[in-house]
Antibody
Framework: QVQLQESGPGLVKPSETLSLTCTVSGGSVSSGSYYWSWIRQPPGKGLEWIGYIYYSGSTNYNPSLKSRVTISVDTSKNQFSLKLSSVTAADTAVYYC??????????????WGQGTTVTVSS | EIVLTQSPATLSLSPGERATLSCRASQSVSSYLAWYQQKPGQAPRLLIYDASNRATGIPARFSGSGSGTDFTLTISSLEPEDFAVYYCQQRSNWPPRVTFGQGTRLEIK
């Protein structure tokens, strides 16, 4: 059974770069069958897609965040990562990683990490 | 960009009642719509994919319907554990985007 686990600092200073990692267990990030996604949820608000990566390194990002986001994959560690630069208080959120089947968009995100809370504050 | 609009924002019902949640897309998404349930402090859980297919382990009281721009999630008889927030979501391959609806809160009346 595939499991995802987010990790990274829970507190980031304004203007700095937020860095999170999602570790995949029970499966392989090198599988060509999936996109590996990041989603966030500000306190008391809805879900916002950040972007996803394919094992080859191909990425797609939310246009509203594209200038600040980098998602990368490390197949040797079975991980994928998120970097969000120039953060402000508006980036305070629970950050989730999730798995989405590649190819047809009909399958939804079937595996999610538990989420990690990131607060942007000095 | 495709916008998903969910209604109502909040739905107040009692256990045993039938719940009907709506999701409308700003343009056709074919049948490529998913529904998620989120309880406080938990990650979202996939309920329905491809508009009407239950995900693994999802009880039969959950059903989805619709295509094109109008979709419905129905819970036939509410159990106490069903009170949560529900989101619809779509992914397009071109341009490559993922969008979520703003959510419907299902609360106990």
């Amino acid at each position: 059974q595939v499991q995802l686990q987010e990790s990274g600092p829970g507190l980031v200073k304004p203007s700095e770069t937020l860095s999170l990692t999602c570790t995949v267990s029970g499966g392989s990030v090198s599988s060509g069958s999936y996109y590996w996604s990041w989603i966030r949820q500000p306190p008391g608000k809805g879900l916002e897609w950040i972007g996803y990566i394919y094992y080859s390194g191909s990425t797609n990002y939310n246009p509203s965040l594209k200038s600040r986001v980098t998602i990368s994959v490390d197949t040797s560690k079975n991980q994928f990562s998120l970097k969000l630069s120039s953060v402000t208080a508006a980036d305070t959120a629970v950050y989730y990683c999730a798995r989405d089947k590649s190819g047809s968009p009909k399958y939804g995100m079937d595996v999610w990490g538990q989420g990690t809370t990131v607060t942007v504050s000095s | 960009e495709i916008v998903l609009t969910q209604s109502p924002a909040t739905l107040s019902l009692s256990p045993g009642e039938r719940a009907t949640l709506s999701c409308r897309a700003s343009q056709s998404v074919s049948s490529y719509l998913a529904w998620y349930q989120q309880k406080p402090g938990q990650a979202p859980r996939l309920l329905i994919y491809d508009a009407s297919n239950r995900a693994t382990g999802i009880p039969a009281r959950f059903s989805g319907s619709g295509s094109g721009t109008d979709f419905t999630l129905t819970i036939s008889s509410l159990e106490p554990e069903d009170f949560a927030v529900y989101y619809c979501q779509q992914r397009s391959n071109w341009p490559p985007r993922v969008t979520f609806g703003q959510g419907t809160r299902l609360e106990i009346k």
